[in-house]
């Protein structure tokens, strides 16, 4: 585990911007290539090239028709480690273990990898097939080709799927959608000091019209249906989160750049945003121009698939309780594997904190924990 966490990972970019050629993943995925060989699992690079590698390995008879994937990302959220201390430390304290990703989602990794270790060092064997996919490239948006979506057009089609995403308090049967979004602003550009800005007869400040944008589009609401996978959940418009406009202190801002991220419910769509979004808009007579950054569909699946059962079956034998079902707000790469009619847990794993920041944590004794849980959920879908 703190080879994991000390193994950087950081992922800056968005899907449509993320680099194939950069080894983003490339340590964490040669620690835990390395551990699966170890352990006689016989790991596979599978990736769409040979930099940008995801990691999988496979347990059972290859023929099975009852197939378990366990599946988690390798990449994490960048971090300023100018700011921080020492941000991937893996330092333990206290009972918990510090540093960027522990949580999210290298705790689960590890997890994945000792269960299916224990019940193979306990001589059990299944009848049917476990496939453990470690993949690049989440962090940008769960929208990415290279990694779970790449696997599934490769032929690992599961039965059923596990995405360990951190936290125990609910079984996640479903996540939110994500919309980004960049709006881009025009005018014309002028020096300051010249009579014709002086005037009014040249130059438009591309600034004051985004400005004009962001008033806009304040308390946008989009209109759903409440969904019994998120309750008391709704639709979020956030604009902007991000600004940019103007390239020198002497001269009028021809454009303006402005990103905005949108949280959906089932039912809604990025169409519907975009219509919604340009509507106020038109009311402006501004220059714009509206671009798609990624679109992640919000899914659920029915609390009754075995998928689902199973898992709180295991929590139930293994802690004694009777665990919740609900969505997950934030998205993950589930959707790749529901649309293709693989129903997929979209969350529960180890417990932690600071997620996306650089005091992040996980607790060592959940990790444990979670980890019995996995070997007993193993057990119940393919055992």
């Known amino acids: 585990m703190r080879q994991l966490v000390r193994a950087k990972s950081v992922n ?4 449509s911007e993320s680099p194939i050629n950069e ?9 835990l290539f390395a551990k699966l060989e170890e352990l006689g ?13 995801n990691v999988v390995a496979e347990w059972g008879d290859r023929r099975a028709r009852r197939t378990l994937m366990l599946n988690g ?7 300023d480690e100018k700011r921080a201390k020492d941000p991937f430390s893996g330092r333990v304290r206290d009972g918990k273990l510090y540093g960027v990703g522990a949580a999210d989602m290298k705790a689960t990794l590890s997890a994945y990898i000792f269960a299916v270790a224990a019940l193979r060092d306990l001589g059990v064997e299944i009848c049917g097939r476990v496939i453990l996919a470690f993949v690049v490239d989440e962090e940008s948006g769960a929208s990415s080709r290279y990694g779970t979506q790449y696997l599934l057009e490769e032929g690992f089609l599961p039965k059923a799927c596990l995405i360990g995403e ?3 308090e609910y079984v996640r049967i479903g996540h939110r959608g994500l919309y980004r979004f960049r709006l881009i602003v025009y005018g014309e550009s002028v020096h300051t000091g010249v009579g014709a800005w002086e005037r009014g007869e040249r130059g438009h400040n591309a600034v004051v019209d985004m400005a004009k944008a962001i008033e806009a589009l304040q308390n946008l609401e989009i209109p759903f249906k409440q969904s019994k996978t998120f309750p008391d959940r709704k639709p979020v418009f956030t604009f902007p989160t991000k600004v940019e406009g103007g390239v020198a202190m002497n001269a009028v801002p021809s454009k303006a750049e402005a990103y905005g991220d949108v949280r959906l419910l089932p039912g809604n769509s990025d169409t ?14 501004i220059r714009y121009d509206l671009q798609d950054l990624l679109f992640v569909p919000a899914v659920e699946i029915d609390s009754r698939e075995e998928v689902v059962t199973g898992l709180l079956l295991a929590i139930k034998e293994v802690e004694g309780r009777d665990a919740e079902v609900r969505g997950a707000g934030p998205g993950n790469d589930a959707h790749f594997l529901i649309k293709r009619d693989i129903p997929t847990v979209c969350g529960y794993g180890p417990d932690g904190g600071g997620e996306h920041g650089a005091s992040e944590w996980v607790d060592l004794a959940s990790l444990k924990l979670v980890t019995k849980v996995y070997a007993k959920y193993i057990l119940n879908m393919v055992g």
């Open 12 to 15: 800056p970019y968005i899907a």
């Open 272 to 285: 519907q945003v975009k219509l919604l979004i340009v509507e106020r808009l038109h009311k402006l007579g």
């Open 166 to 168: 951190p936290g125990t």
């Open 73 to 79: 990302h390798m990449d994490t959220i960048p971090v």
């Open 41 to 53: 699992l016989a790991p596979q690079y599978r990736g769409i090239n040979k930099i940008r590698q």
């Open 23 to 31: 080894a983003i993943e490339g340590r964490v995925a040669e620690v």
